[in-house]
């Protein structure tokens, strides 16, 4: 099981992810790291709660695709997260949502390995 800390760098790294998204794509506007802080927040939860049921109701289309349909299911849980914050996140279009969440994934994986995981206190 995630710590709290471990959870919390996940979200903070995400946020960072998803301002430099929001720098790549016209299409993807964030205002700024508090705005990415609550948009990684919710993606956090989608992705723990919304995803793995959208995964287990697509597995037919997703073995089909050879697993490329995981990358709709991302585009998704994204578009899902910008439809239940304010202005200060917008995705213009589907075909945004698709791309960014490809780039969002690869700038988070990169960050993620950057940052590593936090150390753990050993038992005695």
């Given at each position: 099981?995630?710590?709290?800390?471990?959870?919390?760098?996940?979200?903070?790294?995400?946020?960072?992810?998803?301002?430099?998204?929001?720098?790549?794509?016209?299409?993807?506007?964030?205002?700024?790291?508090?705005?990415?802080?609550?948009?990684?927040?919710?993606l956090s939860i989608l992705?723990?709660?919304?995803?793995?049921?959208?995964?287990?109701?697509?597995?037919?289309?997703?073995?089909?695709?050879?697993?490329?349909?995981?990358?709709?299911?991302?585009?998704?849980?994204?578009?899902?997260?910008?439809?239940?914050?304010?202005?200060?996140?917008?995705?213009?279009?589907?075909?945004?949502?698709?791309?960014?969440?490809?780039?969002?994934?690869?700038?988070?994986?990169?960050?993620?390995?950057?940052?590593?995981?936090?150390?753990?206190?050993?038992?005695?």
């Amino acid at each position: 099981m995630r710590t709290f800390i471990e959870w919390f760098t996940s979200v903070f790294l995400n946020a960072i992810a998803l301002l430099l998204v929001g720098e790549l794509f016209n299409g993807f506007h964030i205002a700024g790291f508090k705005m990415a802080l609550i948009a990684a927040i919710i993606l956090s939860i989608l992705n723990i709660i919304v995803r793995p049921i959208l995964i287990i109701l697509t597995i037919p289309i997703t073995v089909l695709t050879l697993g490329l349909f995981i990358l709709v299911i991302n585009a998704i849980t994204l578009t899902i997260t910008q439809s239940l914050m304010d202005s200060g996140f917008v995705i213009d279009n589907f075909s945004t949502a698709f791309f960014a969440s490809i780039i969002l994934s690869l700038i988070s994986v990169v960050l993620h390995r950057i940052v590593g995981k936090p150390d753990r206190p050993r038992r005695s």
